[in-house]
């Protein structure tokens, strides 16, 4: 029997295109809904008539509105790419007030009209402090069912070690973005392993250079998204809505077994890490719901970078809510 069509709200839906292809599987219809502010409407009409234009089998309707109400009412995934933009040179912070007050409007549409059960990911920036005020804001949504994006961050650093030994992307797995999607934001290969003819090896011995895994591998993942910026003028569009299918994918379907993706998520003290912050772990999926990967042994270089990152989103925290008194 066909199944009924899930209805997916993607914010900012006329600035990063989202691809509507098979997200949620490749027997799953969907409904899209976009929002927009007004002046990007004629954009939004206009991405609508590519959606149509496209053909998608799976694309059973699109709503493309400016109206807040509209767009939330009834949706079981959300998307949340809308906001103010960060534009080269500005900081992650800078934007924080105006996304602050946006997120708030749209977290209460959310909570009034989107169905029981939503699942949000948000995406603008900053992602993670965005997603801890759309939670305080919907507080019917169950706190897992709100995540940030890290997964653009491990994409990224699969993609870097790929280049770096000249392997297929897809035989790099496991490893980790913890904490914020920020420059502060630690990616781990400590456990990632590579698939050989000869077996699973663990990156670090094939890479074997351990100055450049603890340097500048960091650096550029940590400062990907400033990189493209300063190429683009404008923040990653591609490899971000790839990388947001991604997410949503294998928190509905499930990770293959054996491998763990990054998500930023309501932080329950694992790792030390402070409680009531939205950071981001190791998560494996299952069933719709994803679960913290425990156990894995932390080095002192990694704890403290765990800490800082932490630090960086205890103080984004405070500033938020400075902006919402
Ligand atoms: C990215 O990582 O590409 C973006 O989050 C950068 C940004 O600030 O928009």
């Given at each position: 029997m066909a199944k009924e069509p899930v209805r997916v709200l993607v914010t900012g839906a006329a600035v990063k295109r989202f691809e509507a292809g098979i997200m949620l599987g490749a027997d799953q219809p969907v409904i899209l809904h976009m929002l927009d502010i007004p002046p990007a409407a004629e954009a939004l009409n206009g991405v609508k008539m590519e959606l149509v234009d496209a053909a998608f089998p799976l694309l059973k309707g699109v709503v493309a509105t400016t109206d807040?109400?509209?767009?939330?009412?009834?949706?079981?995934?959300?998307?949340?790419?809308?906001?103010?933009?960060?534009k080269e040179g500005m900081e992650r912070k800078d934007v924080m007030s105006k996304n602050v007050s946006i997120y708030k409007s749209q977290a209460s549409a959310l909570e009034k009209h989107a169905a029981a059960n939503c699942k949000v990911l948000v995406v603008a920036n900053p992602a993670n402090t965005n997603a801890?005020?759309?939670?305080?804001?919907?507080?019917?949504?169950?706190e897992k069912n709100i995540t940030c994006l890290t997964r653009l961050d491990h994409n990224r650093a699969l993609g870097q070690i790929s280049e770096r030994l000249n392997v297929q992307v897809s035989d790099v797995k496991n490893v980790i973005i913890w904490g914020n999607h920020s420059s502060t934001q630690y990616p781990d290969v400590n456990h990632a392993t590579v698939r050989t003819p000869a077996g699973e090896k663990p990156v670090r011995e094939l890479v074997a250079d351990d100055k450049w895994l603890n340097s500048e591998f960091i650096t550029t993942v940590q400062q990907r998204g400033a990189a493209i910026i300063k190429a683009r003028k404008f923040s990653s569009a591609l490899s971000a809505a790839s990388s947001a299918c991604d997410h949503i994918r294998d928190w509905v379907l499930g990770t293959?077994?054996?491998?763990?993706?990054?998500?930023?998520?309501?932080?329950?003290?694992?790792?030390?890490?402070?409680?009531?912050?939205?950071?981001?772990?190791?998560?494996?999926?299952?069933?719709?719901?994803?679960?913290?990967?425990?156990?894995?042994?932390?080095?002192?270089?990694?704890?403290?970078?765990?800490?800082?990152?932490?630090?960086?989103?205890?103080?984004?925290?405070?500033?938020?809510?400075?902006?919402?008194?």
């Open positions: 807040v109400v509209e767009a939330c009412t009834g949706v079981n995934v959300a998307v949340m790419v809308g906001g103010f933009p960060r801890l005020i759309l939670k305080e804001f919907a507080p019917s949504i169950p293959p077994e054996g491998t763990w993706v990054s998500m930023g998520v309501y932080s329950d003290g694992s790792y030390n890490v402070p409680s009531g912050l939205i950071y981001s772990f190791p998560v494996t999926c299952k069933n719709g719901e994803w679960s913290i990967v425990q156990g894995l042994s932390i080095d002192e270089l990694s704890r403290k970078k765990l800490d800082l990152t932490a630090q960086e989103l205890s103080e984004e925290k405070d500033l938020a809510y400075s902006c919402l008194s």
